[in-house]
């Protein structure tokens, strides 16, 4: 070691610069290297996002079973069927009642009235007026447009009011 540092020039630590440093010195592989560098940078970075197939844009599905009830309905309201109409509704409605209210009557009396008020909350004039309304249509009478109508009111204005 004593005799290395006696022969190196001062304020140089090493005299061989390595293959790379060598290769460095000429322009033209400098120029050469360093544009390969820039390139593979390039590459590198453009390369890093990630690569996917576009998405497709899915509509939401859409109810069916309302749009056919909507549709019956109208079928029905057109024919001047009512009472067969009304007969639907109602089926629909005391499905409805035993389904989430869990009340499986017999016959719409006072006491299914008494019952489903205290269930759902609803007052009791609104359910004695579609008990009755409901009692009508099982006793297979002519229904007038009217009526279906007053009974489409009571009906939803039960389902705004659970």
């Known amino acids: 070691m004593i005799w290395d540092e006696y022969f ?7 005299n061989n610069p390595g293959w790379f440093g060598a290769i460095m010195k000429n322009n033209y592989f ?8 820039a390139l ?16 497709p844009v899915i509509d939401s599905p859409t109810n069916d079973s309302l749009e056919f009830v909507k549709t019956m309905g109208l079928l029905y309201y057109e024919r001047g ?9 109602s089926a629909y409605f005391i499905e409805h009642v035993r389904s989430r209210y869990k009340i499986f009557a017999q016959s ?6 008494k019952e489903l008020s205290y269930k759902s909350g ?22 007038s447009d009217t009526e279906l109508i007053a ?5 939803e204005a039960f389902h705004s009011k659970e």
């Open 30 to 37: 400098r120029a050469g290297i360093l544009t390969a560098l």
């Open 81 to 89: 069927d009512h009472s067969n109409l009304a007969q639907k509704m």
């Open 108 to 113: 719409l009396n006072e006491d299914f009235v």
């Open 151 to 155: 009974l489409q009111k009571n009906i």
């Open 40 to 55: 593979l940078l390039i590459y590198t970075l453009t390369e890093l996002r990630r690569r996917q197939r576009v998405i």
């Open 8 to 14: 190196r020039r001062p304020g140089s630590r090493n």
């Open 122 to 143: 609803v007052s009791e004039s609104l359910i004695k007026d579609i008990v009755i309304q409901l009692n009508r249509i099982n006793k297979a009478a002519p229904f």
